[in-house]
């Protein structure tokens, strides 16, 4: 605990400049010391916080408005690029933060979301056999997050890979890279689930296999930029699909996420579909230091 | 009080002025600042350690807000469960599933003391449950039924003419939550060479999981609860957890 003890001044002395100096300095020295002891009373609460300086920059969310309210994305719509998600009257389910924001360094943005799957439709092609490589990950629609600053570009959010088009083994795909640093914002929802019976059959089900199957999944992207700066306004989600899990049978492989969609194209077969419902999107731009 | 020094003029200095400015330093210093010293409202998030989140554990390391969190399992034996016997009994009546009333699904609410307004409130939730229908059907078959889940957020003590009865506002929020007659837990013929061997359960669980996020959320204890009704005899939880964040 600082504590000042200086004697006082004495009327009719000469003060000397060294000696005047020092009761001053005295307390400049102690007040470099104040502790818990010296504010024990006045300690900071929750109660002194400046209520219009908040912790949080800005936050906001989005849904599809109405609970009812689904959307069919089927592979044959999307081509080579992602989808959409939508929200009730079909228009792209966008989350607007009011204005545009500034992260700066060590600011937390935090965004979340999830939705409802309720349908999942197998194209009459549903086995897919690459011409040169199997498609061996199993069928899956991947929902990914974009940002952007003025609601018309749009671009996938940092540390999220985006999917381009790559020649695997002379077949032209749009691959999305896997790598422990560029699929943070990536959400897989399986297409299919399949129970294998004991005995003379097997039961593949549509996942959900009926209308009381209804399941949400969802999921989060965390950015803390150090120490570049990024801008942003808007966010949206996108679908793409169907996608699987490829590599090119290099050793050691490489492996990509694969859209496969165009595959499920007529005349191969009726496109594959996937039906979301509350889709939610949420986001949380806390500040840094 | 605050540190007022006495202005040193011009002239012979006073003695008794140097003392008094001395004096008041040393009170101020040795720990008679008064709470009413501060400025209002003074204190931004400039004085407090800023928060971090982990959101691979889903841990928190702030000092700045409110959090709380429940993770709620049991044995299949002994979870909490939802029914139609409190919440759509009537069906032969007209009552239907669509308006009938709302009911709490026990051991599942969290308090949470928000001392002032907050910025932001965001919530977690995830959901794991079956349905069992003993009724409707005839045998245990949960296609015929459904329920529906939602979660409330209120700073006023719960009760069900609240639940049911509440206008969604600043102090009463709902999420409209996810249809629940996702889930069945029904007898299931194994074969064999097309001959029936044997009954087993087979479980399916469809899990909901879900954020929400409400801005400018108004001080008071805020009750965050899930709330359900069924017309199938009973919805079992066999797995519940949420967490609720609160910023300043």
Request: include cysteine; charged fraction near 15%; hydrophobic fraction near 40%.
């Amino acid at each position: 605990m600082a504590s000042i003890l200086n004697s006082n001044f004495v009327a009719g002395e000469t003060a000397e400049v060294a000696a005047t100096n020092t009761k001053f300095t005295d307390v400049q020295t102690q007040t470099g010391q104040l502790n818990d002891e010296n504010v024990r009373s006045e300690s900071i609460d929750l109660w002194h916080m400046d209520a219009t300086a908040s912790m949080v920059v800005a936050s906001a969310s989005q849904n599809t408005e109405a609970p009812g309210y689904t959307k069919t994305y089927t592979t044959g719509a999307h081509a080579l690029s992602p989808l959409v998600l939508q929200k009730n009257g079909n228009v792209d389910m966008v989350l607007d933060m009011g204005s545009l924001q500034t992260l700066e360094q060590y600011d937390v943005l935090r965004v979340y979301w999830n939705l409802e799957v309720t349908a999942q439709v197998l194209s009459t092609g549903n086995v897919y056999s690459g011409s040169v490589y199997e498609a061996a990950g199993g069928l899956f629609w991947g929902v990914w997050l974009q940002w952007s600053t003025n609601g018309s570009t749009w671009t996938d959010v940092p540390n999220q890979g985006s999917f381009s088009g790559t020649t695997i083994g002379g077949v032209a795909y749009n691959t999305l890279q896997v790598s422990n640093t560029t699929t943070k914002a990536f959400t897989p929802i399986p297409h299919v689930a399949m129970y294998t019976d004991i005995g003379n059959h097997d039961i593949v089900y549509r996942y959900p296999h009926n209308a009381n199957e209804l399941y949400t999944t969802g999921s989060a992207w965390f950015l803390r930029p150090t120490p570049s700066t990024h801008t942003y306004r808007y966010f949206r989600l996108v679908l793409a699909g169907l996608l699987t899990g490829m590599n090119n049978g290099a050793s050691p492989p490489v492996s990509h996420i694969a859209d496969i969609g165009p595959a499920f194209l007529d005349p191969q077969g009726t496109d594959a579909s996937i039906t979301l419902r509350r889709c939610y999107l949420a986001a949380m731009h806390l500040k840094g230091a | 009080m605050a540190y007022i020094p006495v202005t040193i003029t011009a002239g012979t200095i006073d003695d008794g002025d140097l003392n008094t400015n001395l004096s008041r330093m040393s009170k101020y210093v040795n720990g008679e600042v008064l709470g009413a010293d501060y400025s209002t409202d003074w204190a931004t998030h400039r004085q407090l350690m800023s928060g971090t989140y982990n959101g691979v554990a889903n841990t928190m390391d702030l000092i700045s807000g409110v959090q709380g969190g429940k993770v709620r399992t049991a044995p299949r034996q002994l979870v909490t469960f939802l029914s139609r016997y409190n919440t759509c009994r009537n069906t032969a009546g007209g009552l239907t599933l669509a308006n009938s009333q709302f009911n709490f699904i026990p051991n599942t609410a969290v308090m949470l003391n928000v001392p002032r307004q907050l910025s932001c409130m965001l919530v977690h939730f995830h959901i794991e449950a079956v349905h069992e229908d003993d009724a409707l059907s005839g045998t245990v078959n949960s296609v015929t039924a459904t329920s529906n889940i939602q979660v409330v957020l209120d700073n006023e003590p719960l009760d069900i003419n609240t639940v049911n009865n509440r206008i969604v506002s600043s102090n009463y929020i709902r999420k409209e939550f996810v249809s629940c007659g996702s889930i069945e837990e029904n007898g299931h013929d194994i074969q064999h060479a097309a001959t029936s061997a044997s009954k087993a359960k087979i479980l399916k669980r469809y899990p909901k999981m879900g954020t929400f996020l409400e801005n400018n959320v108004s001080a008071g204890t805020w009750r965050v609860a899930l709330v359900g009704k069924t017309n199938g005899a009973k919805v079992k939880f066999i797995h519940w957890s949420i967490s609720v964040e609160g910023w300043l």
